[in-house]
């Protein structure tokens, strides 16, 4: 059974920065796809940031340049540096997981096409502050 649990979450003023960590278990392979999602009440959840087992990432336009998603495979930790916070980045962020050889974008819209992800974590929030 797979499990993804999140950690770093907090309040911090616009202009801030914050660390997201997600500790993984339960992999059987390598063939996973790793993405962070993240859903504002009353909004939809939306991609923010993927990664493959490559090492390649994508990033919704409106975080491009101040997040930064990574991974420590031999920790299995996704990490999601959040640098620069507005106050529109509050939200529940969700990290998750899908198992086969994905093209990262396409991971990005899964949810948008209205598919899920084949494993989530509990969320952590992010609370941005003007």
């Known amino acids: 059974q797979v499990q993804l649990v999140e950690s770093g979450g907090g309040s911090v003023p616009v202009g801030g920065s914050l660390r997201l960590s997600c500790i993984a278990s339960g992999y059987t392979g390598s063939d996973y796809c790793m993405g962070w999602f993240r859903q504002a009440p009353g909004k939809e959840r939306e991609g923010v940031a993927a990664?493959?087992?490559?090492?390649?990432?994508a990033y919704t336009d409106s975080v491009k340049g101040r997040f930064a998603i990574s991974q420590d495979n031999a920790k299995n930790t996704l990490y999601l540096q959040l640098n620069s916070l507005k106050p529109e980045d509050t939200a529940m962020y969700y990290c998750?997981?899908?198992?086969?050889?994905?093209?990262?974008?396409?991971?990005?819209?899964?949810?948008?096409?209205?598919?899920?992800?084949?494993?989530w974590g509990q969320g952590t929030q992010v609370t941005v502050s003007s």
């Open positions: 998750a997981a899908v198992r086969g050889e994905i093209p990262v974008r396409i991971v990005l819209q899964i949810t948008a096409a209205g598919l899920t992800m084949d494993y």
């Open positions: 990664i493959d087992s490559d090492g390649n990432t």
